[in-house]
């Protein structure tokens, strides 16, 4: 998944209804990721009762993922339908074909969930947070995955803030990366964001404007996220 950030940033935070173990939802969290755009998340597990009533108004039935562009003015399902117009839209360009041919997604999709397949699949109960979470992640982090199967399970808002790789010095784990490119500028919009906020490139970050918490260390934001919002 090719590191390309859009030409320019939506007005209206993107809004996305899926659930993590879609294979079809990790297709356009790619794209997103690629991309790096924003999104506010509204996870629709199977069983969910907190979002998925919203989203089949919008699209007059249940189905995932759906976006919903308020700059466009446009709510759209389909997931290859949703990669084209954010490429379209945002970076003024085709997506790339690895993105839209569905037995690659269904394969790559196979592979993320073989270890899990249930996780990010149907909702537990859960307080509802006043306002939503936000994540730092990117499609591909394991860690980050995990925080995101809990999120959604529990039926958890959040930002997504995408921060692909932005370079080859982006590979491996953050006290690699520290050691041997400590000189290396950090690239990437949500990347400098985050060691402007936080002093340190790593993921998955969680932020709860509710309580207050940040958090790095998925372990630690799943023991969190259970004590604080699982019931």
Known sequence: MAFAPAARQPHTPLRLYEFEACPHCRRVREALTALELDADIRP???????????AQQLAGRAQFP???????????????????????????RAAPASLLLAPLDRARSLAASLPRPRRG???????APAEALELYSFESSPFSRLVRERLCELELPYRLRNAGKAQWQDMGPPQ???ALFADTPVRGRNRRALLARAGRVQFPYLIDPNTGVALFESARILDYLEREYAR
């Open 44 to 54: 629709c597990p199977r069983g969910g009762t907190r979002f998925r009533a919203e």
């Open 66 to 92: 759906l976006l919903v562009d308020g700059d466009a003015d446009m709510v759209l399902l389909e997931s290859t339908a949703i990669i084209r117009h954010l490429y379209e839209r945002y970076a003024g």
């Open 121 to 127: 699949l149907r909702a537990r109960p859960s307080r």
């Open 176 to 178: 690699l990366r520290a």
